[in-house]
Protein backbone atom coordinates (compact mmCIF):
# COMPACT_ATOMS: atom_id res chain seq x y z
CA UNK A 1 0.00 0.00 0.00
CA UNK A 2 0.95 3.65 -1.30
CA UNK A 3 2.45 5.40 1.84
CA UNK A 4 0.18 8.93 2.61
CA UNK A 5 0.45 11.07 5.52
CA UNK A 6 -1.22 13.63 7.08
CA UNK A 7 0.70 15.86 9.96
CA UNK A 8 -1.93 17.47 12.27
CA UNK A 9 -0.47 20.51 13.85
CA UNK A 10 2.00 22.40 12.10
CA UNK A 11 3.50 24.20 14.39
CA UNK A 12 7.68 24.46 15.89
CA UNK A 13 7.11 20.51 15.62
CA UNK A 14 4.57 19.55 12.79
CA UNK A 15 6.18 22.31 9.57
CA UNK A 16 9.60 20.44 9.83
CA UNK A 17 8.05 17.18 10.08
CA UNK A 18 6.34 17.96 7.23
CA UNK A 19 8.35 19.36 5.04
CA UNK A 20 10.82 16.16 5.46
CA UNK A 21 8.46 13.63 4.75
CA UNK A 22 6.69 16.02 1.74
CA UNK A 23 10.33 15.61 -0.07
CA UNK A 24 9.79 11.35 -0.37
CA UNK A 25 5.49 10.63 0.99
CA UNK A 26 2.30 12.13 -0.38
CA UNK A 27 1.56 14.49 2.76
CA UNK A 28 -0.87 16.65 4.11
CA UNK A 29 -0.05 19.49 6.13
CA UNK A 30 -3.06 20.27 8.11
CA UNK A 31 -4.17 22.43 10.85
CA UNK A 32 -7.29 24.29 11.81
CA UNK A 33 -5.55 28.00 11.38
CA UNK A 34 -6.61 28.97 8.80
CA UNK A 35 -4.57 31.71 8.73
CA UNK A 36 -1.23 29.50 9.04
CA UNK A 37 -2.26 27.60 6.40
CA UNK A 38 -2.86 30.36 3.96
CA UNK A 39 0.47 32.25 5.20
CA UNK A 40 2.28 28.73 4.73
CA UNK A 41 1.02 28.56 1.30
CA UNK A 42 2.64 31.50 -0.15
CA UNK A 43 5.97 30.10 1.27
CA UNK A 44 5.78 31.91 5.03
CA UNK A 45 6.57 30.38 8.13
CA UNK A 46 5.78 32.70 10.62
CA UNK A 47 7.98 30.31 13.53
CA UNK A 48 11.08 31.88 11.58
CA UNK A 49 12.12 27.96 11.43
CA UNK A 50 11.50 27.27 7.68
CA UNK A 51 12.43 28.83 4.92
CA UNK A 52 10.54 29.69 2.06
CA UNK A 53 13.49 27.65 -0.19
CA UNK A 54 12.70 24.69 1.93
CA UNK A 55 8.78 24.89 1.84
CA UNK A 56 9.11 24.79 -2.03
CA UNK A 57 11.33 21.45 -2.13
CA UNK A 58 8.98 19.04 -0.36
CA UNK A 59 7.52 18.88 -3.68
CA UNK A 60 4.55 16.20 -2.62
CA UNK A 61 3.53 18.01 0.37
CA UNK A 62 0.45 19.95 0.25
CA UNK A 63 -1.55 22.19 3.11
CA UNK A 64 -4.94 22.17 4.14
CA UNK A 65 -7.59 23.28 7.12
CA UNK A 66 -10.07 20.92 5.49
CA UNK A 67 -10.30 18.24 7.56
CA UNK A 68 -12.04 16.16 4.50
CA UNK A 69 -8.25 15.59 2.68
CA UNK A 70 -7.49 13.31 5.87
CA UNK A 71 -9.50 10.16 4.98
CA UNK A 72 -6.69 9.82 2.05
CA UNK A 73 -4.00 9.11 4.63
CA UNK A 74 -2.93 5.71 6.00
CA UNK A 75 -0.80 7.30 8.61
CA UNK A 76 -1.37 10.30 11.37
CA UNK A 77 1.16 11.85 12.66
CA UNK A 78 -0.20 14.35 15.77
CA UNK A 79 2.03 17.17 16.66
CA UNK A 80 0.11 19.83 18.36
CA UNK A 81 0.77 21.97 21.60
CA UNK A 82 0.21 19.76 25.25
CA UNK A 83 0.01 22.84 27.94
CA UNK A 84 -0.87 23.24 31.34
CA UNK A 85 -3.50 24.43 33.16
CA UNK A 86 -3.86 27.18 35.44
CA UNK A 87 -3.35 24.80 38.63
CA UNK A 88 -0.17 23.06 36.51
CA UNK A 89 -2.24 19.86 35.66
CA UNK A 90 -2.13 18.70 32.29
CA UNK A 91 -4.30 20.34 29.81
CA UNK A 92 -5.10 17.76 26.95
CA UNK A 93 -8.04 19.71 25.31
CA UNK A 94 -5.57 20.30 22.51
CA UNK A 95 -4.74 16.55 22.20
CA UNK A 96 -7.98 15.09 22.72
CA UNK A 97 -9.60 17.21 19.91
CA UNK A 98 -6.99 16.40 17.66
CA UNK A 99 -7.11 12.49 18.26
CA UNK A 100 -11.00 13.02 17.87
CA UNK A 101 -10.25 14.67 14.28
CA UNK A 102 -8.26 12.24 13.40
CA UNK A 103 -10.41 8.93 14.76
CA UNK A 104 -13.49 10.82 12.14
CA UNK A 105 -10.94 9.85 9.51
CA UNK A 106 -9.57 6.30 11.08
CA UNK A 107 -9.55 3.55 8.37
CA UNK A 108 -8.72 -0.43 8.64
CA UNK A 109 -4.95 -0.70 9.20
CA UNK A 110 -4.35 2.91 9.81
CA UNK A 111 -1.76 4.22 12.27
CA UNK A 112 -1.69 6.86 14.11
CA UNK A 113 1.90 8.45 15.57
CA UNK A 114 2.11 10.75 18.28
CA UNK A 115 4.96 13.37 19.02
CA UNK A 116 3.63 15.39 21.69
CA UNK A 117 4.77 15.42 24.98
CA UNK A 118 2.69 13.34 27.24
CA UNK A 119 3.14 11.58 30.50
CA UNK A 120 3.99 8.11 30.42
CA UNK A 121 0.09 6.07 29.30
CA UNK A 122 -1.24 8.99 27.74
CA UNK A 123 -1.16 7.62 24.31
CA UNK A 124 -2.91 4.10 25.06
CA UNK A 125 -5.07 5.51 28.23
CA UNK A 126 -6.25 8.63 27.19
CA UNK A 127 -5.95 8.85 23.16
CA UNK A 128 -6.78 5.47 22.06
CA UNK A 129 -10.19 5.45 23.62
CA UNK A 130 -11.13 8.58 21.83
CA UNK A 131 -9.69 6.89 18.62
CA UNK A 132 -11.74 3.77 19.19
CA UNK A 133 -15.11 5.58 20.18
CA UNK A 134 -14.46 8.14 16.81
CA UNK A 135 -13.83 5.38 14.80
CA UNK A 136 -15.84 2.28 15.62
CA UNK A 137 -12.41 0.43 15.49
CA UNK A 138 -10.49 -1.36 17.67
CA UNK A 139 -6.84 -0.89 18.66
CA UNK A 140 -4.21 -3.01 17.61
CA UNK A 141 -6.88 -5.16 15.54
CA UNK A 142 -7.90 -2.77 13.33
CA UNK A 143 -6.01 -0.19 13.14
CA UNK A 144 -2.04 1.21 15.63
CA UNK A 145 -0.20 3.55 17.07
CA UNK A 146 3.30 4.70 17.35
CA UNK A 147 4.70 7.38 19.90
CA UNK A 148 7.72 9.27 18.05
CA UNK A 149 8.26 11.96 20.70
CA UNK A 150 9.40 16.04 19.28
CA UNK A 151 13.01 16.46 19.72
CA UNK A 152 13.04 20.24 18.12
CA UNK A 153 15.18 22.95 19.35
CA UNK A 154 13.49 26.20 18.07
CA UNK A 155 15.86 28.52 16.86
CA UNK A 156 18.74 25.93 16.67
CA UNK A 157 20.11 25.94 12.53
CA UNK A 158 22.80 23.19 13.86
CA UNK A 159 20.99 20.41 14.92
CA UNK A 160 17.60 20.37 12.69
CA UNK A 161 15.21 17.26 12.86
CA UNK A 162 16.96 15.24 10.66
CA UNK A 163 20.59 15.62 12.49
CA UNK A 164 18.56 14.79 16.12
CA UNK A 165 18.25 10.75 16.57
CA UNK A 166 14.54 10.11 16.91
CA UNK A 167 13.31 7.57 19.49
CA UNK A 168 10.55 5.14 17.97
CA UNK A 169 8.06 2.97 18.87
CA UNK A 170 4.49 1.10 18.28
CA UNK A 171 1.50 -0.58 19.59
CA UNK A 172 2.79 -3.92 18.66
CA UNK A 173 5.96 -5.65 17.35
CA UNK A 174 5.40 -5.36 13.62
CA UNK A 175 4.24 -1.33 14.12
CA UNK A 176 7.55 -0.79 16.27
CA UNK A 177 9.32 -1.93 13.28
CA UNK A 178 6.94 0.01 10.48
CA UNK A 179 7.02 3.30 12.28
CA UNK A 180 11.16 3.23 12.83
CA UNK A 181 11.36 2.46 9.01
CA UNK A 182 9.30 5.31 8.49
CA UNK A 183 11.34 7.71 10.51
CA UNK A 184 14.17 5.89 9.37
CA UNK A 185 13.66 7.74 5.84
CA UNK A 186 13.85 11.09 6.99
CA UNK A 187 16.61 11.09 10.06
CA UNK A 188 20.12 11.00 8.87
CA UNK A 189 21.16 11.14 12.38
CA UNK A 190 19.34 7.21 13.33
CA UNK A 191 16.74 6.36 14.96
CA UNK A 192 16.28 4.62 18.29
CA UNK A 193 13.82 2.01 18.65
CA UNK A 194 12.08 1.78 22.08
CA UNK A 195 10.57 -1.41 23.65
CA UNK A 196 6.89 0.21 24.09
CA UNK A 197 5.12 3.56 23.53
CA UNK A 198 5.30 3.55 27.29
CA UNK A 199 8.78 3.67 27.67
CA UNK A 200 9.09 6.33 24.84
CA UNK A 201 6.99 8.45 26.50
CA UNK A 202 8.82 8.23 29.36
CA UNK A 203 12.20 8.85 27.86
CA UNK A 204 10.65 11.92 26.48
CA UNK A 205 9.45 13.30 29.40
CA UNK A 206 12.37 12.27 31.57
CA UNK A 207 14.62 14.55 29.31
CA UNK A 208 12.95 17.83 30.08
CA UNK A 209 12.93 17.34 33.66
CA UNK A 210 16.54 16.53 34.07
CA UNK A 211 17.21 19.92 32.40
CA UNK A 212 15.09 21.50 34.59
CA UNK A 213 16.42 19.80 38.10
CA UNK A 214 20.22 20.96 36.75
CA UNK A 215 19.12 24.35 35.78
CA UNK A 216 17.40 24.72 39.47
CA UNK A 217 20.54 23.74 40.88
CA UNK A 218 22.84 26.51 39.33
CA UNK A 219 20.30 28.56 39.89
CA UNK A 220 20.22 27.87 43.50
CA UNK A 221 24.05 28.47 43.28
CA UNK A 222 23.37 31.74 41.79
CA UNK A 223 21.14 33.34 44.58
CA UNK A 224 23.68 31.80 47.12
CA UNK A 225 27.01 33.07 45.42
CA UNK A 226 24.84 36.35 44.80
CA UNK A 227 24.80 36.42 48.22
CA UNK A 228 28.24 35.46 49.27
CA UNK A 229 29.24 38.24 46.64
CA UNK A 230 31.03 35.65 44.10
CA UNK A 231 30.72 35.27 40.03
CA UNK A 232 28.52 32.26 39.64
CA UNK A 233 29.77 32.39 36.27
CA UNK A 234 33.80 32.29 37.04
CA UNK A 235 32.74 29.35 39.75
CA UNK A 236 30.95 27.16 36.82
CA UNK A 237 34.14 27.95 34.75
CA UNK A 238 36.11 26.99 37.08
CA UNK A 239 34.46 23.68 37.59
CA UNK A 240 33.77 22.82 34.10
CA UNK A 241 37.61 21.96 33.84
CA UNK A 242 36.46 18.41 35.30
CA UNK A 243 35.62 16.62 32.73
CA UNK A 244 32.44 15.07 34.30
CA UNK A 245 31.18 18.48 35.51
CA UNK A 246 27.55 19.28 33.84
CA UNK A 247 27.56 22.39 31.81
CA UNK A 248 24.33 24.18 32.70
CA UNK A 249 24.34 28.21 33.25
CA UNK A 250 21.58 29.91 35.42
CA UNK A 251 18.71 32.12 34.08
CA UNK A 252 15.27 32.30 33.10
CA UNK A 253 13.40 28.65 32.53
CA UNK A 254 10.13 28.71 30.15
CA UNK A 255 9.04 27.53 26.47
CA UNK A 256 7.18 25.21 25.60
CA UNK A 257 8.93 21.66 27.11
CA UNK A 258 11.34 22.32 30.45
CA UNK A 259 8.61 24.44 32.22
CA UNK A 260 5.90 21.88 31.42
CA UNK A 261 6.75 18.59 31.30
CA UNK A 262 8.15 18.13 34.69
CA UNK A 263 4.36 18.71 36.04
CA UNK A 264 2.86 16.14 33.07
CA UNK A 265 5.21 13.67 35.25
CA UNK A 266 4.47 14.77 38.82
CA UNK A 267 0.90 14.15 37.77
CA UNK A 268 0.67 11.16 36.69
CA UNK A 269 3.28 9.97 39.65
CA UNK A 270 0.05 11.07 41.85
CA UNK A 271 -2.34 8.36 40.27
CA UNK A 272 0.57 5.79 41.67
CA UNK A 273 0.47 7.11 45.18
CA UNK A 274 3.80 9.48 45.21
CA UNK A 275 4.73 12.71 45.26
CA UNK A 276 7.62 14.04 43.75
CA UNK A 277 10.29 15.62 46.01
CA UNK A 278 13.04 16.42 43.86
CA UNK A 279 11.26 17.23 40.62
CA UNK A 280 8.83 19.86 41.90
CA UNK A 281 11.71 21.09 43.83
CA UNK A 282 13.66 22.59 40.99
CA UNK A 283 9.82 23.73 39.50
CA UNK A 284 9.49 25.79 42.48
CA UNK A 285 12.82 27.38 42.46
CA UNK A 286 13.06 28.11 38.84
CA UNK A 287 9.84 29.52 38.74
CA UNK A 288 10.72 31.97 41.58
CA UNK A 289 13.80 33.19 39.29
CA UNK A 290 11.65 36.43 38.57
CA UNK A 291 10.75 37.33 41.91
CA UNK A 292 14.83 36.73 43.04
CA UNK A 293 16.30 38.66 39.71
CA UNK A 294 13.55 41.41 40.71
CA UNK A 295 14.11 41.85 44.08
CA UNK A 296 18.09 41.96 43.65
CA UNK A 297 17.74 45.13 41.29
CA UNK A 298 15.08 46.71 44.08
CA UNK A 299 17.35 46.99 46.24
CA UNK A 300 20.15 48.44 44.47
CA UNK A 301 17.84 50.89 43.38
CA UNK A 302 18.04 54.61 44.96
CA UNK A 303 15.46 54.82 47.38
CA UNK A 304 15.72 58.78 46.94
CA UNK A 305 13.83 58.41 43.63
CA UNK A 306 10.07 58.81 43.55
CA UNK A 307 8.87 54.79 42.12
CA UNK A 308 6.88 56.18 39.34
CA UNK A 309 10.39 58.40 37.70
CA UNK A 310 12.35 54.97 37.40
CA UNK A 311 12.20 53.47 34.05
CA UNK A 312 13.45 49.88 33.15
CA UNK A 313 14.39 48.38 29.88
CA UNK A 314 14.08 44.48 29.60
CA UNK A 315 16.14 43.29 26.21
CA UNK A 316 14.48 40.07 25.24
CA UNK A 317 10.36 38.92 25.56
CA UNK A 318 11.23 35.14 23.90
CA UNK A 319 11.84 32.14 26.08
CA UNK A 320 15.25 31.20 24.43
CA UNK A 321 17.75 32.99 22.18
CA UNK A 322 17.44 34.23 18.29
CA UNK A 323 13.56 32.80 17.93
CA UNK A 324 10.17 34.52 18.34
CA UNK A 325 8.91 31.79 20.79
CA UNK A 326 7.05 33.42 23.89
CA UNK A 327 5.55 30.57 24.84
CA UNK A 328 5.59 30.07 28.86
CA UNK A 329 8.12 33.00 28.71
CA UNK A 330 9.12 34.22 32.55
CA UNK A 331 10.07 37.09 31.21
CA UNK A 332 6.31 38.69 31.01
CA UNK A 333 6.65 37.19 34.76
CA UNK A 334 9.70 39.71 35.69
CA UNK A 335 7.52 42.72 33.65
CA UNK A 336 4.63 41.85 35.48
CA UNK A 337 6.43 42.31 39.48
CA UNK A 338 7.92 46.00 37.99
CA UNK A 339 4.93 47.22 37.00
CA UNK A 340 3.18 46.16 40.59
CA UNK A 341 6.28 47.71 42.29
CA UNK A 342 5.13 50.99 39.99
CA UNK A 343 8.14 51.27 38.04
CA UNK A 344 7.95 51.92 34.31
CA UNK A 345 9.27 49.01 32.37
CA UNK A 346 9.64 48.55 28.80
CA UNK A 347 10.66 45.34 26.77
CA UNK A 348 12.42 45.36 23.37
CA UNK A 349 12.82 42.32 21.34
CA UNK A 350 14.01 42.16 17.85
CA UNK A 351 12.46 38.52 17.43
CA UNK A 352 9.03 38.44 18.92
CA UNK A 353 5.79 39.21 17.41
CA UNK A 354 4.52 42.65 18.40
CA UNK A 355 0.66 41.33 17.87
CA UNK A 356 1.36 38.33 19.99
CA UNK A 357 2.46 39.54 22.63
CA UNK A 358 -0.16 42.31 22.75
CA UNK A 359 -2.85 39.61 22.18
CA UNK A 360 -1.26 37.18 24.88
CA UNK A 361 -0.17 39.16 27.05
CA UNK A 362 -1.49 42.75 26.95
CA UNK A 363 1.92 44.40 26.83
CA UNK A 364 3.31 46.61 23.87
CA UNK A 365 6.61 45.72 22.99
CA UNK A 366 9.16 49.36 22.18
CA UNK A 367 10.42 49.55 19.10
CA UNK A 368 14.24 49.79 18.74
CA UNK A 369 13.86 53.71 17.64
CA UNK A 370 11.84 53.97 20.62
CA UNK A 371 14.80 53.00 22.71
CA UNK A 372 17.05 55.42 21.61
CA UNK A 373 15.18 58.55 23.50
CA UNK A 374 14.62 57.14 26.88
CA UNK A 375 17.05 57.00 29.50
CA UNK A 376 16.68 53.93 31.78
CA UNK A 377 17.75 53.72 35.51
CA UNK A 378 18.25 49.43 35.09
CA UNK A 379 18.40 47.34 31.60
CA UNK A 380 18.10 43.60 32.29
CA UNK A 381 19.60 41.58 29.61
CA UNK A 382 17.10 38.63 29.82
CA UNK A 383 17.65 36.58 26.44
CA UNK A 384 20.79 36.42 24.60
CA UNK A 385 19.76 37.07 21.14
CA UNK A 386 22.80 37.24 18.83
CA UNK A 387 21.65 41.12 18.27
CA UNK A 388 22.11 42.01 21.48
CA UNK A 389 25.65 41.43 21.85
CA UNK A 390 26.70 44.92 19.24
CA UNK A 391 24.23 47.10 21.85
CA UNK A 392 26.45 49.91 23.46
CA UNK A 393 24.25 49.52 26.51
CA UNK A 394 25.88 53.03 27.92
CA UNK A 395 23.60 54.26 25.48
CA UNK A 396 20.51 53.76 26.82
CA UNK A 397 21.47 54.11 30.48
CA UNK A 398 20.25 57.43 32.24
CA UNK A 399 23.46 58.33 34.48
CA UNK A 400 26.13 56.43 35.77
CA UNK A 401 24.43 54.80 38.33
CA UNK A 402 22.25 52.72 35.93
CA UNK A 403 22.36 48.97 36.92
CA UNK A 404 22.87 46.76 34.01
CA UNK A 405 21.69 43.19 35.10
CA UNK A 406 23.19 40.46 32.46
CA UNK A 407 21.13 37.24 32.72
CA UNK A 408 22.87 35.74 30.33
CA UNK A 409 25.72 36.59 30.63
CA UNK A 410 26.15 37.76 26.80
CA UNK A 411 28.82 40.43 27.90
CA UNK A 412 30.97 39.11 30.12
CA UNK A 413 31.08 42.56 31.68
CA UNK A 414 32.26 42.42 35.52
CA UNK A 415 30.91 45.76 36.13
CA UNK A 416 27.29 44.12 35.33
CA UNK A 417 25.32 42.16 37.82
CA UNK A 418 24.86 38.54 36.89
CA UNK A 419 23.46 35.45 37.90
Known amino acids: MKTKISIIGLGYVGLPLAVEFGKKYETIGFDVNEERINELLIGFDNTGEISKRKLSSSIKLNFSNNEEVLSKSNIYII ?39 VFPGCTEEDCVPVLEKESNLEYNKDFFCGYSPERINPGDTKRTLTKIIK ?59 DKMGIDTHKVLAAAETKWNFLPFKPGLVGGHCIGVDPFYLTYKAKEFGYNSKIILSGRKLNNSMPENIAERIIKRLDKNNDKKTIRGLILGATFKEDCPDIRNSKVFDLHKIFLKENYKIDIYDPFASYLDVKNKYKINLVSFSNINKKGYNFIIIAVGHSEFINLKLNKYAKNKETIIFDLKNIFNNDSYLKL
Open 79 to 117: AVPTPIDSKNNPDLTILLSATQLVGRHLKKEDIVIYEST
Open 167 to 225: ITSGSNPKTAIKVDKLYSTIINAGTYKAESIRIAEAAKIIENCQRDINIAFVNELSILF
